[in-house]
């Protein structure tokens, strides 16, 4: 790992702006000696990294040389604050610093800033030279990396797993795929599970998101629910996905803050909840790592899971036999190494897959099939050792992977050391990125997007032209995820990884690299922390205070509780000696304030507040100048935001998911760095205008616009230029709720129509939410195909309108629900996108179509022929009083599930149709009525 961050050093030292400020303050002869040591080092930290696994004398040496550049990088790092100025406005778009910024006090203490600067740098100069001249005693191999980063063949991450990496387990799976697909024991007798059990690494969980994604399999159940497993089998996390799954807006850090503050017994509680969303459901739930079980939890899920459907099932993936003795009924899978040619599929697959020739491809193939053999058809040593080889093109590089591994035993806590050389093949911009992981337990969910946030805190992501730092590193992370380094357990609705894990073998490669990680608990040693540099905390519901040893690890870059505690508050003199903190995560705890010594963390990047009880934000918390990520999601009792915070100008990501603030500071338009401004609030006599939207152009993802209905014009809508951000993919705009539902004058309702009228957002976007919208008619931009081909899935919500939009001809809608829109009583041809009746062609795309709540909705007058919905998949309707006929659904080919529940008319016209024309709904594979399937 010592490269990676010496290469991070380097990178430092020839920055633009080191280089000004070197030559301002004097030392630059001082800075550019010790940049020149460091690129001599560099060469040789490629072979030390290897040697130091079995030479405590290498390991030491490095240990050493790690020291100086953290401080060296703590020097250039405080300097840059203190010369920038936590409170002015002196720094350029561009991260430089001129010679005309510098403030009044640091021209008058330039002097003194200068000797201690000096002094500092002088000091860590002479240790490295030091560390220089021990170098030739190893005689270490010295290699340059050239071209730069070096990088696998592109490709681009959509699923969760890919099928095509998946060699000898078709019998595997066709005989899992049976067992979920038999009729098997009545419900009386319990949820049949299928066990599939193995050593670590073989398989299991791959072969379970294959059998998922096999198409008998989607089309057999309703609901897939994978809940991946921690070392305690945890019925809680088994609850929040089987939650999660049923579209409550029932968030999980409501439910975890429900149940840590309320009784014991808290969890039988949520068993009405879990059994009312299964209720006559057949699912499939997949209870990935379960390592031990007792059988009072597993009653105890059993209980919560008697409500579903005949059919049922449950997969279990467990390396442990004894596991599946708690299950009944049950049927055992033991999955088995590959055979040798599979093995040998794989490998070629990863190993030889960057184009070749065939002369090379003869002479790597026998050493290939040797390294083959080795794994002893262990699908993750396979997958993981080839996509090493891929980059090595000569046949003594691919040799010395031979001779570096342990393949002397099929134990899975032995093989491990073989998996170094996927470590160790590593470019060096992902090393570090890689180590860093260590910082979270084993068979933690890893949420992508966080951590990549958490690698920008500790500077690990490099600058690569004009590419911006978060698409930088979702690359770093797909590139390690095709290199078998994480698994992938969910993906977004685009099929991009959101969560991933590490493999127990992985984790363990992972830990003995990164020293410098620790894992904090109640045994932990507090002499092992003294070379901490990143530490996680892991909490549970019981825990009231963090321990006191912590804030003396004076060296700590990333401090990390992990979980849900009961702590109240932090002592004010905690981060005093914390100063070189870049990522605080203080998420979970139930903290009202915070103290005074924070803001000496002049370092920090990246804060984490989510789900705490913070009642207010302090103004000094401008003075985390260098702040990048603020998360302040789920936090109820907060209402505003301090009015200092516009000082913040490297803010990147403002998250404020489930917090309901009153309104955003005046002055949130100087934000220009902003990436990500989860809610936009504008005020009325107080706070931001919605032209402070103007200039964060850089805004990307998702943004909701609320209480729009404080905007006094279209004009003043039209200066924020929604149609500049062309990042924006998603966008919810809405009054407050309670306007919906109130009677509104003229004036009122033309004062909101123009509002929205003026909100036209950019071309790109792809999801567009309205809600509690009083407006008679929908904003003319919303239908427009010409402008909006991007468009995928809409969602109209509490709209006052009494017809629907043409949204018909939108070319790529895929997805579109209506609900509560209360003064709809027909819809007709105007919906497609018609004015004449004309309706061929109509909806191209669609795929599920929604309706729910919509009360006097009587006719859908919808003659539907050839042509028009050609994709619809599934169609639901809900909460639909009046409504007295579908439309001709023998002409909805495609149609593959029907749902209706409580709409009294058109339930007894469903049924009727059930027994007097089948041949309407016959080619319906699924039809269910008040949770009734009826096929």
């Not at 290699?143 to 730069?148: H, L």
């Not at 200039?695 to 149609?723: M, Y």
């Not at 939410?769 to 919303?782: C, K, N, R, V």
């Not at 009046?882 to 049924?911: F, G, V, Y």
């Amino acid at each position: 790992m010592a490269d990676g961050l010496v290469s991070l050093v380097v990178e430092s030292l020839g920055s633009a702006a080191v280089q000004e400020l070197s030559s301002l303050v004097g030392v630059k002869k001082d800075l550019e000696k010790l940049s020149r040591t460091f690129e001599s080092l560099q060469a040789a930290l490629s072979d030390a990294e290897k040697r130091q696994v079995k030479d405590e004398q290498v390991r030491n040496w490095l240990e050493k040389l790690k020291d100086v550049a953290y401080d060296i990088d703590d020097v250039l790092e405080e300097w840059k604050v203190v010369i920038d100025g936590c409170d002015d406005d002196t720094s350029s778009g561009d991260g430089t610093v001129s010679a005309h910024s510098f403030s009044p006090c640091f021209c008058f203490d330039r002097v003194t800033f200068q000797v201690k600067t000096g002094r500092r740098i002088n000091a860590i100069s002479r240790r490295l030279d030091e560390i220089n001249e021990h170098k030739d005693r190893f005689f270490f191999r010295e290699f340059r990396e050239e071209g730069g980063i070096v990088e696998l063949d592109t490709m681009e991450t959509s699923s969760l797993i890919d099928e095509t990496e998946i060699f000898g387990r078709e019998r595997d799976k066709e005989r899992i795929v049976s067992w979920l697909l038999s009729e098997g024991n009545s419900n009386e007798e319990g949820i049949p599970v299928i066990s599939i059990v193995g050593m670590g690494g073989i398989g299991k969980t791959a072969l379970a998101q294959v059998v998922c994604k096999d198409e008998r399999v989607k089309r057999h159940f309703d609901e897939t629910i994978w809940v991946s497993l921690p070392h305690d089998f945890d019925v809680m996390r088994v609850y929040l996905a089987i939650i999660k799954i049923s579209g409550m807006k029932f968030s999980e850090f409501e439910l975890h803050k429900k149940l840590l503050h309320s009784v014991a017994s808290s969890l039988e509680d949520l068993q009405p909840t879990v059994q009312v969303v299964l209720q006559q459901k057949q699912f499939l739930l997949v209870l990935d790592g379960v390592r031990n079980i007792d059988e009072d939890r597993w009653e105890r899920l059993m209980i919560s899971l008697k409500e579903a459907a005949k059919g049922s099932r449950i997969l279990v993936t467990t390396r442990n036999e004894h596991v599946t003795k708690t299950f009944a009924p049950t049927m055992m899978h033991e999955l088995q190494p590959l055979f040798q040619n599979d093995c040998w599929s794989l490998f070629s697959h990863r190993a030889f897959s960057g184009g070749r020739r065939g002369d090379e491809l003869v002479k790597l193939e026998a050493l290939g099939r040797e390294i083959v053999i080795n794994c002893r058809g262990i699908p993750l040593l396979v997958k993981a050792i080839g996509i090493a080889l891929r980059s090595k093109t000569d046949v003594r590089d691919r040799q010395s992977v031979l001779e570096e591994g342990t393949w002397d035993s099929l134990d899975a806590e032995k093989i491990a050391p073989s998996l170094s050389v996927s470590f160790h093949d590593l470019p060096q911009h992902l090393k570090q990125c890689f180590a860093f992981c260590s910082i979270f337990p084993k068979d933690h969910l890893i949420e992508k997007d966080k951590l990549i946030k958490l690698w920008m805190a500790q500077g690990f992501i490099l600058p690569k032209g004009r590419v911006e730092m978060e698409r930088l590193g979702g690359s770093y992370f797909d590139d390690l995820m095709r290199r078998s380094l994480f698994q992938i357990i969910e993906t977004d609705e685009d099929g991009y990884a959101k969560y991933c894990t590490m493999h127990d073998m992985i984790h363990d490669l992972c830990k003995s690299i990164m020293g410098e990680c620790f894992i904090i608990q109640e045994k932990t040693p507090k002499s092992h922390l003294a070379k901490a540099r990143h530490a996680s905390w892991i909490c549970n519901g019981n825990v009231e205070s963090i321990p006191s040893f912590i804030y003396k690890v004076g060296n700590l870059r990333t401090l990390l509780l992990i979980g849900w505690s009961k702590v109240p508050s932090i002592s004010n003199h905690f981060f005093r000696r914390l100063k070189h903190l870049r990522a605080l995560d203080l998420s979970g705890s139930r903290i009202k304030r915070l103290p005074n010594s924070l803001q000496n963390l002049k370092l920090l990047r990246y804060l984490d507040l989510s789900a705490t009880e913070i009642q207010e934000l302090p103004e000094f918390i401008s003075s985390l100048c260098l702040l990048q990520t603020l998360k302040l999601n789920h936090c109820c009792n907060l209402r505003k935001l301090p009015k200092r915070i516009v000082k913040l100008i490297k803010l990147r990501h403002l998250e404020t998911e489930g917090t309901y603030l009153e309104y955003l500071p005046e002055g949130m338009g100087g934000l220009t760095s902003l990436r990500t401004l989860t809610k936009f609030v504008p005020g009325v006599e107080r706070g931001c205008k919605i032209t402070d939207l103007k200039d964060l152009n850089l805004l990307q993802g998702e943004l909701e616009i609320t209480c729009l209905n404080r905007v006094a014009s279209r004009d003043e809508a039209n200066e924020e230029k929604l149609e500049n951000k062309q990042n924006l993919h998603t966008l919810q705009l809405s009054c407050k709720a309670w306007m919906c539902l109130e009677t509104h004058i003229g004036s009122e309702v033309e004062q909101v129509e123009g509002v929205f009228e003026g909100l036209q957002p950019h071309q790109n976007l792809r999801d567009l939410t309205m809600s509690d919208y009083i407006g008679h008619q929908f904003p003319s931009w919303m239908e427009d195909c010409s402008l909006y081909s991007n468009l995928t899935k809409v969602q109209l919500l509490y709209c006052r309108c009494r017809q629907m939009p043409a949204l018909g001809k939108l070319p790529s809608l895929k997805w579109l629900k209506i609900k509560a829109m209360f003064e709809v009583r027909q819809v007709g041809s105007e919906f497609c996108g018609s004015n004449h009746g004309g309706i061929t062609g109509t909806f191209p795309k669609l795929e599920i179509l929604l309706f729910e709540r919509m009360y006097i909705w009587e006719e859908w007058e919808l003659n539907v022929g050839a042509g028009s919905i050609p994709s619809l998949f599934q169609l639901c309707i809900e909460s639909c009083d009046m409504l007295k006929a579908l439309p001709e659904l023998q002409h909805l080919t495609s149609l593959q599930e029907l749902k209706i529940r409580d709409c009294p008319i058109l339930d007894n016209r469903c049924q009727k149709e059930v027994g007097e024309d089948w041949n309407k709904i016959a080619h319906i594979p699924s039809i269910t009525i008040d949770g009734r399937k009826i096929q």
